[in-house]
């Protein structure tokens, strides 16, 4: 009986061939992952590396010069985040003089597409308000500057700066780094 079994094997078409499936499974599976980690390195490339990092250490210094002016003008402020209407109010305390407009960055510790630049106006002695562009969560970092151009925020006069993390709350103190 085993002949006729060979014998009725050699006779069968290719893909019936238990050979050529223990060879091409392993093939297959191998070209699939492939496919699926090179999807996954080109779509979900990493946010957080900086193209031109020689250039960004280079601005530290301006940006230690922002935080020991914001120390020299007594800056210092309490961001309130109200989730549920989806507005921002910034009470700000200063020796000197207060701009109309003040740009608030946030940064997402993780993916730049979730960063948001809000733009508060003065709504009285002091305070500031905004809206968001999107519900916050999880822990973002926090900029805040006297411009209304992130785009120019390295020349900016002065940043006060803080980490939140809305899990826990959703009021932070802003401050200058020292």
């Known amino acids: 009986m085993p002949?006729?079994?060979d014998e009725e094997l050699d006779n069968?078409?290719?893909?019936?061939?238990?050979?050529?499936?223990?060879?091409?499974?392993?093939?297959?599976a191998a070209m699939c992952s492939s496919v699926v980690i090179v999807y996954n390195a080109v779509v979900?490339?990493?946010d957080i590396?900086?193209?031109?990092?020689?250039?960004?250490g280079r601005l530290i210094n301006i940006r230690l010069e922002q935080?020991?002016?914001?120390?020299?003008l007594g800056l210092h402020g309490t961001l309130n985040f109200d989730l549920l209407s989806g507005e921002v109010f910034l009470d700000l305390s200063s020796d000197a003089a207060l701009p109309s407009q003040l740009l608030l960055l946030l940064s997402h510790p993780a993916s730049k597409a979730l960063d948001q630049?809000?733009?508060l106006q003065q709504v009285g002695n002091n305070r500031y308000r905004a809206d968001l562009n999107s519900v916050p969560v999880?822990?973002?970092?926090?900029?805040l500057l006297p411009t209304v151009d992130s785009e120019v925020q390295?020349?900016?006069?002065?940043?006060?700066?803080?980490?939140i993390d809305f899990r826990i709350d959703d009021v932070v103190e802003l401050k200058p780094r020292n």
Not at 19 to 24: G, S
Not at 154 to 163: H, I, M, Q, S, T
Request: hydrophobic share 40%; no cysteine.
């Open 154 to 163: 390295n020349d900016a006069e002065w940043r006060l700066l803080a980490e």
């Open 49 to 56: 590396v900086q193209d031109n990092y020689y250039k960004n």
């Open 12 to 28: 069968d078409p290719w893909y019936r061939q238990p050979w050529f499936w223990l060879l091409m499974v392993p093939l297959f």
């Open 117 to 119: 630049q809000l733009l």
């Open 67 to 72: 935080d020991v002016r914001a120390t020299e």
């Open 3 to 5: 002949p006729q079994r």
């Open 44 to 46: 979900g490339g990493d």
């Open 138 to 143: 999880n822990r973002w970092y926090l900029r």
